[in-house]
């Protein structure tokens, strides 16, 4: 499958082996998501540059007024960890949701991210949090918001052969803010959403000032409802106008038919249902700072 | 009820040492010196015929030693199973499903065999194909047998009585049509099977099969070769469920193992075992029932079609089918009318269950429907109508024993029948739902149905139990030497196991029909007894005391004419083994044929908790009350019943199997998309044993394997009309199938 | 043939290999070290047969390259007890009827290793969430939960 495996010890030597294999290699983090896919063959790779064991980016810490999560942080400390439970909340909700206790030692969050799918869990929360990720290549160091690393249905325009991203950059929640994550499935572990709506809100004298609906999978890429927002906003927070931004959500969604996982028709009667509990719970948290 | 030392207790399994410390070898794990690796090329289409095989540049790849293909397999159809047609020719001329065999290769590594496959060129010319059960059978449908006009694969037909008089008699009559899915087995281990012939042309082949005995005889059967010189040991096996009824891989790895001389080992892959094994037979069941005011039931008509897929495999499960319809009801006029039907699909086969699970979610269902109907309480219709003891059950047999009403009371007790949980608020609705069941154990009168064992005592008075049974995982070697260390009189750590080697134990029927503590029990016991016989008269000799006058227990023998100091089996043998004059060996052996094919009865009750607004279904308990006659060991036959709750539910809500209707492909070939339950979607379980000791079997004892999965699709689907009035006639119930029904509604 | 070296510690035994730079870690443990307790049943880390022990941390083998493994601790069902010397968690299994096919019972037995080294008395949730990841056919997870819940309280006194 690959002829090399090389660990770096630090970013600069990661990126150094990329530019010396000149496309041929390729960075794995938790390789969750990479290794299957090398494994059937649906892509090659020379070699891999693995960063999981370059220490600075296995860290969820505070950087200035926002929180930093490195390169190599998995799924399972985002879950576990106290920083991202209390000041982001519906973050460590999603990756509590992804996959299993296995996937989420090895996977890693930015990996979900550079993965590119509509509905990957970790990713629609990030969205809403208005995430933003720091690339380094041979050009430098650059910062973009999560958004403008999304090429197009399951392809980042992360150049994963010549770039590689090191953090992830999101802003804790204030007191005014309230987040919660919500997903359906058909099972309770080990299953791609069917549905998943990633809510942030901010609520200032009984009003919605701001907030970021996300929701998987009803477009190639993590949707932002904006519609959903737009109605929201300076609307009086309360079931009524959260019941109107759950039928703009429903409007503006595309789901598609999958034989798998529900069809159009289900997944956006759904849309509605989940957008209403994802906002009402995260108006709540809200309520309760 | 009398109790017992040994048999009746709640023994961990002999072997879980070896499975808790990673010490048991599976097929997968055993390595022989020069073995090959054997991987399979498949059909990518559903319907075509192979033009040419052109093998050339495979074999030539270094490390291939042989290539397997139509071009040079026998020709002669393969004997696939016990009671199953030959129909199906290894690599054949054709292939009728995607992931139909069309070449093998045996080479030195799993890898090389994958090269190899990817050069086998092969034309194909591609036929139309037909998928759905209905249009199958409809003139100007692609033909997928020659032989087999309109694709009827099998046809059963039962009449009993009046029909039409019996519906003129009812005061209501009722008609629905039931569509059940089909199921994969998902044992955690896949087919895989050694093959390996010696110098002397004789074949071992080690596999993960259910039937070790069958498979002897149909693998010389195939290979023309004598019995004698076939050996099939079955190490242990990681789950089976049915699916390991069937010669799969055997038949493919010792042909390769001819050709190369070498063993060969092939083992499926996950995404072959989904979709190119065995699976559960889809169904469609038109049933329509007479009733008169008071609830007795006047007449039963059933219609149905059982998706046989590609081959038919068996016929087994369509007649069962019609008897779970059609004769667990006390009811004088009957017709059951069926057909299994091909469609260019994964073959369908044994599964736990073996279309009495589809018959009862049927039955199960439209019970509750009449009971509602006419006001009756769906326990009380039950106990009024369900078949008794010493009524004729199931294939012309009378039943032998019931303990249903117990199952029932205790089961309605457990899960608070009557009582709804006021509690839930909002969108959430909880039901409750009720189901009977019964199943026959064994196939007796229908396939040949007998084992044999042995009982060898050793020197020093411990004991060896010889029995071909295949333990799947259903702990039947503990639960089969609790019987003979039962009936022997010894403790039960002076007996030991060997099982399921058909050089070195005896004939077993296999584990399939529910039937192994049933009737290998019974010869186990059998053996047992004539060991203790040999014993008993030895001293009887010895001492000039009457052999029927004394008796073992725990390992000492008492009784008339034993010295005051005891005399323990230990000595016995040791003198026996060592006498100058007199010396014996002392081997007890059975030969035990099913003698009444006794059913197990129970009542499955269940609670469910439905998501108005998603139309998410969640079971919030399970209570499952089996009629077990006897339970030799409580904690094996608790764990059966658990394990088959897992099953059920994935039946009736989330095993749905995708299959792409334009190519006939399964597009959900592996554990993330088909959704057997974690152990985060398991409801609470709890199961009851009612132990009304049947007559017929080994210490009264029953069997459970099948029993327990048959009541869990129709309680849920009863708890769901309960919750929310709503009636399911099609499973899985899918979340978006009840949101759809509840939007209708409105 | 590329070939890497890999050092690591195996079930408390130093090992150096020397491996494909591909193998999969399933592959190394089972077909050049003969742990063939790790099992494999999907090839896609989507059921947990495969599961061991990498520093500490439950993993699913079968996707997990063996160099990720260089110069750490590996621990699978071998390295767990011994005939004679059973882990309580090994006990409880047995006692409680926890096992049937045997299949699936090496990796489930590590993923709750796992939990109670992080928490010594899990709830059933919490015992039912780190068992997610491993698919059982046969038992219905039922007795393998009380068999956890049991060894945690064994280990705790």
Same mark, same amino acid.
């Given at each position: 499958?690959?002829?090399?495996?090389?660990?770096?010890?630090?970013?600069?030597?990661?990126?150094?082996?990329?530019?010396?294999?000149?496309?041929?290699?390729?960075?794995?983090?938790?390789?969750?998501?990479?290794?299957?896919?090398?494994?059937?063959?649906?892509?090659?790779? +020379?070699?891999?540059?693995?960063?999981?064991?370059?220490?600075?980016?296995?860290?969820?810490?505070?950087?200035?007024?926002?929180?930093?999560?490195?390169?190599?942080?998995?799924? =399972?400390?985002?879950?576990?960890?106290?920083?991202?439970?209390?000041?982001?909340?519906?973050?460590?909700?999603?990756?509590?949701?992804?996959?299993?206790?296995?996937?989420?030692?090895?996977?890693?969050?930015?990996?979900?991210?550079?993965?590119?799918?509509?509905?990957?869990?970790?990713?629609?929360?990030?969205?809403?949090?208005? =995430?933003?990720?720091?690339?380094?290549?041979?050009?430098?160091?650059?910062?973009?918001?999560?958004?403008?690393?999304?090429?197009?249905?399951?392809?980042?325009?992360?150049?994963?052969?010549?770039?590689?991203?090191?953090?992830?950059?999101? +802003?804790?929640?204030?007191?005014?803010?309230?987040?919660?994550?919500?997903?359906?499935?058909?099972?309770?572990?080990?299953?791609?959403?069917?549905?998943?709506?990633?809510?942030?809100?901010?609520?200032?004298?009984?009003?919605?000032?701001?907030?970021?609906?996300?929701?998987?999978?009803?477009?190639?890429?993590?949707?932002?409802?904006?519609?959903?927002?737009?109605?929201?906003?300076?609307?009086?927070?309360?079931?009524?106008?959260?019941? +109107?931004?759950?039928?703009?959500?429903?409007?503006?969604?595309?789901?598609?038919?999958?034989?798998?996982?529900?069809?159009?028709?289900?997944?956006?009667?759904?849309?509605?249902?989940?957008?209403?509990?994802?906002?009402?719970?995260?108006?709540?948290?809200?309520?309760?700072? | 009820?009398?109790?017992?030392?040994?048999?009746?207790?709640?023994?961990?399994?002999?072997?879980?040492?070896?499975?808790?410390?990673?010490?048991?070898?599976?097929?997968?794990?055993?390595?022989?010196?020069?073995?090959?690796?054997?991987?399979?090329?498949?059909?990518?289409?559903?319907?075509?015929?192979?033009?040419? #095989?052109?093998?050339?540049?495979?074999?030539?790849?270094?490390?291939?030693?042989?290539?397997?293909?139509?071009?040079?397999?026998?020709?002669?159809?393969?004997?696939?199973?016990?009671?199953?047609?030959?129909?199906?020719?290894?690599?054949?001329?054709?292939?009728?499903?995607?992931?139909?065999?069309?070449?093998?290769?045996?080479?030195?590594?799993?890898?090389?065999?994958?090269?190899?496959?990817?050069?086998?060129?092969?034309?194909?010319?591609?036929?139309?194909?037909?998928?759905?059960?209905?249009?199958?059978?409809?003139?100007?449908?692609?033909?997928?047998?020659?032989?087999?006009?309109?694709?009827?694969?099998? *046809?059963?037909?039962?009449?009993?009585?009046?029909?039409?008089?019996?519906?003129?008699?009812?005061?209501?009559?009722?008609?629905?049509?039931?569509?059940?899915?089909?199921?994969?087995?998902? *044992?955690?281990?896949?087919?895989?099977?050694?093959?390996?012939?010696?110098?002397?042309?004789?074949?071992?082949?080690?596999?993960?099969?259910?039937?070790?005995?069958?498979?002897?005889?149909?693998?010389?059967?195939?290979?023309?070769?004598?019995?004698?010189?076939?050996?099939?040991?079955?190490?242990?096996?990681?789950?089976?469920?049915?699916? &390991?009824?069937?010669?799969?891989?055997?038949?493919?790895?010792?042909?390769?193992?001819?050709?190369?001389?070498?063993?060969?080992?092939?083992?499926?892959?996950?995404?072959?075992?989904?979709?190119?094994?065995?699976?559960?037979?889809?169904?469609?069941?038109?049933?329509?029932?007479?009733?008169?005011?008071?609830?007795?039931?006047?007449?039963?008509?059933?219609?149905?079609?059982?998706?046989?897929?590609?081959?038919?495999?068996?016929?087994?499960?369509?007649?069962?089918?019609?008897?779970?319809?059609?004769?667990?009801?006390?009811?004088?006029?009957?017709?059951?009318?069926?057909?299994?039907?091909?469609?260019?699909?994964?073959?369908?086969?044994?599964?736990?269950?073996?279309?009495?699970?589809?018959?009862?979610?049927?039955?199960?269902?439209?019970?509750?429907?009449?009971?509602?109907?006419?006001?009756?309480?769906?326990?009380?219709?039950?106990?009024?109508? @369900?078949?008794?003891?010493?009524?004729?059950?199931?294939?012309?047999?009378?039943?032998?024993?019931?303990?249903?009403?117990?199952?029932?009371?205790?089961?309605?007790?457990?899960?608070?029948?009557? #009582?709804?949980?006021?509690?839930?608020?909002?969108?959430?609705?909880?039901?409750?739902?009720?189901?009977?069941?019964?199943?026959?154990?064994?196939?007796?009168?229908?396939?040949?149905?007998?084992?044999?064992?042995?009982? &060898?005592?050793?020197?020093?008075?411990?004991?060896?139990?010889?029995?071909?049974?295949?333990?799947?995982?259903?702990?039947?070697?503990?639960?089969?030497?609790?019987?003979?260390?039962?009936?022997?009189?010894?403790?039960?750590?002076?007996?030991?196991?060997?099982?399921?080697?058909?050089?070195?134990?005896?004939?077993?029927?296999?584990?399939?029909?529910?039937?192994?503590?049933?009737?290998?029990?019974?010869?186990?016991?059998?053996?047992?007894?004539?060991?203790?016989?040999?014993?008993?008269?030895?001293?009887?000799?010895?001492?000039?005391?009457?052999?029927?006058?004394?008796?073992?227990?725990?390992?000492?023998? @008492?009784?008339?004419?034993?010295?005051?100091?005891?005399?323990?089996?230990?000595?016995?043998?040791?003198?026996?083994?060592?006498?100058?004059?007199?010396?014996?060996?002392?081997?007890?052996?059975?030969?035990?044929?099913?003698?009444?094919?006794?059913?197990?009865?129970?009542?499955?009750?269940?609670?469910?908790?439905?998501?108005?607004?998603?139309?998410?279904?969640?079971?919030?308990?399970?209570?499952?009350?089996?009629?077990?006659?006897?339970?030799?060991?409580?904690?094996?036959?608790?764990?059966?019943?658990?394990?088959?709750?897992?099953?059920?539910?994935?039946?009736?809500?989330?095993?749905?199997?995708? #299959?792409?209707?334009?190519?006939?492909?399964?597009?959900?070939?592996?554990?993330?998309?088909?959704?057997?339950?974690?152990?985060?979607?398991?409801?609470?379980?709890?199961?009851?044993?009612?132990?009304?000791?049947?007559?017929?079997?080994?210490?009264?004892?029953?069997?459970?394997?099948?029993?327990?999965?048959?009541?869990?699709?129709?309680?849920?689907?009863?708890?769901?009309?309960?919750?929310?009035?709503?009636?399911?006639?099609?499973?899985?119930?899918?979340?978006?199938?009840?949101?759809?029904?509840?939007?209708?509604?409105? | 043939?590329?070939?890497?070296?890999?050092?690591?510690?195996?079930?408390?035994?130093?090992?150096?290999?020397?491996?494909?730079?591909?193998?999969?870690?399933?592959?190394?443990?089972?077909?050049?070290?003969?742990?063939?307790?790790?099992?494999?049943?999907?090839?896609?880390?989507?059921?947990?047969?495969?599961?061991?022990?990498?520093?500490?941390?439950?993993?699913?083998?079968?996707?997990?390259?063996?160099?990720?493994?260089?110069?750490?601790?590996?621990?699978?069902?071998?390295?767990?007890?011994?005939?004679?010397?059973?882990?309580?968690?090994?006990?409880?299994?047995?006692?409680?009827?926890?096992?049937?096919?045997?299949?699936?019972?090496?990796?489930?037995?590590?993923?709750?290793?796992?939990?109670?080294?992080?928490?010594?008395?899990?709830?059933?949730?919490?015992?039912?969430?780190?068992?997610?990841?491993?698919?059982?056919?046969?038992?219905?997870?039922?007795?393998?939960?009380?068999?956890?819940?049991?060894?945690?309280?064994?280990?705790?006194?």
């Amino acid at each position: 499958m690959w002829d090399e495996y090389v660990i770096p010890k630090s970013v600069e030597e990661a990126l150094q082996i990329l530019q010396s294999r000149e496309g041929e290699a390729r960075i794995i983090a938790g390789g969750t998501d990479l290794v299957p896919e090398l494994k059937d063959k649906a892509r090659k790779v +020379k070699c891999l540059v693995d960063i999981s064991e370059i220490e600075p980016l296995r860290k969820i810490e505070l950087d200035g007024a926002l929180i930093k999560l490195g390169a190599g942080v998995t799924h =399972a400390q985002v879950a576990s960890s106290d920083l991202i439970r209390e000041q982001a909340t519906l973050l460590a909700e999603a990756a509590s949701a992804v996959g299993s206790p296995l996937i989420r030692n090895q996977g890693t969050v930015v990996g979900n991210v550079i993965n590119a799918q509509p509905a990957a869990d970790t990713a629609i929360a990030l969205f809403s949090l208005c =995430a933003e990720v720091e690339i380094l290549s041979s050009s430098g160091t650059r910062r973009v918001p999560i958004e403008q690393t999304y090429e197009k249905l399951c392809v980042s325009r992360v150049n994963s052969a010549l770039e590689i991203v090191t953090a992830l950059y999101i +802003k804790g929640l204030r007191k005014d803010q309230g987040s919660a994550f919500v997903r359906l499935a058909q099972r309770k572990a080990l299953a791609l959403p069917m549905l998943n709506v990633a809510a942030v809100v901010t609520v200032q004298d009984g009003r919605f000032e701001d907030s970021r609906i996300t929701i998987g999978p009803v477009a190639p890429l993590p949707f932002r409802s904006k519609n959903a927002e737009a109605t929201l906003k300076h609307a009086a927070a309360g079931p009524e106008s959260i019941g +109107k931004a759950a039928e703009a959500a429903a409007l503006e969604a595309q789901p598609r038919d999958s034989a798998l996982r529900g069809s159009a028709e289900y997944r956006r009667e759904m849309v509605k249902v989940f957008v209403r509990r994802a906002v009402g719970r995260a108006l709540q948290r809200a309520e309760q700072k | 009820m009398q109790e017992y030392t040994i048999v009746g207790k709640r023994l961990p399994l002999l072997d879980a040492v070896e499975k808790t410390t990673g010490r048991a070898l599976f097929t997968v794990d055993m390595d022989l010196p020069g073995m090959l690796h054997a991987r399979i090329l498949r059909s990518p289409y559903a319907h075509a015929r192979v033009l040419h #095989v052109d093998a050339r540049q495979a074999e030539r790849l270094a490390g291939v030693k042989a290539v397997l293909s139509k071009n040079n397999a026998p020709r002669s159809k393969v004997p696939a199973t016990l009671g199953g047609p030959k129909e199906k020719v290894a690599f054949d001329e054709k292939v009728r499903y995607v992931g139909d065999e069309v070449a093998a290769v045996a080479a030195v590594s799993k890898d090389v065999a994958e090269e190899a496959l990817r050069l086998i060129k092969v034309d194909y010319e591609v036929l139309p194909a037909i998928f759905d059960p209905e249009e199958t059978t409809k003139p100007g449908s692609p033909l997928i047998h020659e032989d087999k006009e309109r694709n009827i694969a099998a *046809s059963v037909e039962t009449k009993v009585g009046d029909t039409e008089a019996g519906f003129r008699e009812a005061d209501y009559v009722f008609e629905e049509t039931f569509r059940t899915s089909s199921q994969r087995h998902a *044992s955690m281990e896949t087919h895989a099977s050694i093959a390996s012939f010696d110098v002397s042309g004789k074949l071992t082949v080690w596999s993960s099969t259910q039937l070790p005995f069958h498979i002897q005889r149909l693998l010389a059967e195939y290979l023309d070769i004598p019995m004698s010189k076939v050996r099939v040991v079955k190490p242990y096996l990681g789950g089976g469920f049915g699916g &390991k009824l069937h010669m799969v891989v055997e038949h493919i790895s010792a042909l390769l193992s001819r050709m190369t001389q070498r063993p060969v080992r092939l083992v499926s892959d996950r995404e072959e075992e989904f979709s190119a094994t065995i699976s559960r037979h889809a169904s469609i069941i038109r049933l329509k029932v007479g009733a008169a005011r008071d609830g007795t039931l006047t007449a039963i008509e059933a219609q149905a079609i059982a998706n046989s897929g590609a081959y038919l495999s068996v016929t087994g499960p369509l007649r069962l089918v019609g008897e779970g319809l059609i004769r667990s009801y006390r009811c004088p006029n009957l017709k059951f009318q069926g057909q299994s039907v091909y469609t260019n699909l994964t073959p369908a086969g044994g599964f736990r269950g073996y279309g009495n699970t589809q018959a009862h979610f049927a039955i199960e269902s439209m019970v509750d429907v009449i009971a509602r109907r006419l006001g009756i309480d769906p326990i009380k219709f039950r106990l009024k109508n @369900y078949k008794k003891m010493g009524d004729v059950g199931h294939a012309n047999t009378l039943i032998t024993s019931s303990g249903l009403e117990d199952c029932l009371r205790m089961g309605a007790e457990k899960v608070g029948w009557g #009582v709804r949980d006021e509690r839930v608020t909002g969108a959430k609705r909880r039901g409750k739902g009720v189901a009977c069941l019964i199943h026959r154990n064994g196939t007796r009168l229908g396939l040949p149905d007998y084992s044999a064992a042995f009982v &060898k005592l050793n020197a020093d008075g411990t004991a060896l139990l010889l029995i071909g049974a295949a333990d799947l995982g259903t702990g039947c070697c503990t639960t089969l030497a609790q019987i003979a260390a039962q009936e022997l009189g010894l403790n039960f750590n002076e007996i030991n196991v060997v099982a399921a080697d058909t050089d070195a134990t005896p004939f077993d029927r296999g584990a399939f029909a529910s039937a192994t503590v049933y009737v290998t029990g019974g010869a186990v016991k059998a053996a047992a007894a004539d060991a203790k016989q040999q014993l008993l008269s030895y001293v009887g000799r010895r001492l000039h005391a009457a052999p029927e006058n004394l008796e073992i227990r725990n390992g000492q023998i @008492y009784g008339e004419g034993i010295p005051d100091k005891g005399l323990t089996v230990r000595e016995v043998a040791m003198e026996a083994s060592q006498a100058r004059e007199g010396a014996r060996a002392f081997l007890g052996e059975a030969s035990f044929e099913n003698p009444a094919a006794a059913h197990s009865f129970g009542a499955h009750f269940s609670e469910v908790e439905v998501d108005t607004e998603t139309g998410q279904v969640q079971v919030v308990k399970m209570v499952a009350v089996h009629d077990i006659g006897r339970a030799i060991n409580p904690m094996v036959v608790e764990g059966q019943v658990e394990g088959a709750v897992q099953q059920g539910i994935g039946y009736v809500l989330t095993e749905n199997v995708a #299959v792409d209707q334009r190519t006939g492909k399964m597009l959900n070939a592996d554990f993330a998309n088909y959704m057997v339950l974690t152990a985060m979607d398991m409801p609470r379980v709890e199961v009851g044993l009612v132990e009304p000791v049947d007559p017929t079997g080994p210490f009264g004892a029953k069997g459970v394997g099948e029993p327990s999965t048959l009541g869990v699709a129709p309680a849920i689907a009863n708890a769901i009309y309960d919750a929310i009035g709503i009636r399911f006639t099609e499973i899985p119930i899918t979340p978006e199938k009840v949101f759809q029904a509840m939007r209708r509604r409105e | 043939m590329a070939e890497a070296l890999l050092t690591m510690t195996v079930n408390g035994d130093a090992v150096r290999l020397v491996v494909e730079p591909s193998a999969m870690l399933v592959d190394v443990l089972r077909g050049r070290l003969g742990l063939i307790g790790v099992k494999e049943a999907c090839g896609k880390g989507a059921c947990g047969a495969c599961t061991v022990l990498l520093d500490d941390k439950p993993v699913p083998s079968c996707v997990t390259p063996a160099m990720k493994a260089l110069n750490k601790n590996v621990l699978t069902i071998e390295g767990l007890g011994s005939p004679g010397k059973l882990h309580p968690l090994q006990e409880a299994f047995i006692d409680h009827g926890a096992v049937q096919c045997g299949f699936c019972t090496p990796g489930m037995i590590l993923s709750a290793k796992a939990l109670l080294d992080e928490r010594s008395l899990p709830t059933e949730e919490e015992v039912r969430v780190a068992i997610s990841g491993n698919l059982c056919r046969c038992t219905g997870y039922v007795k393998i939960v009380e068999a956890i819940l049991s060894a945690a309280e064994r280990m705790r006194s």
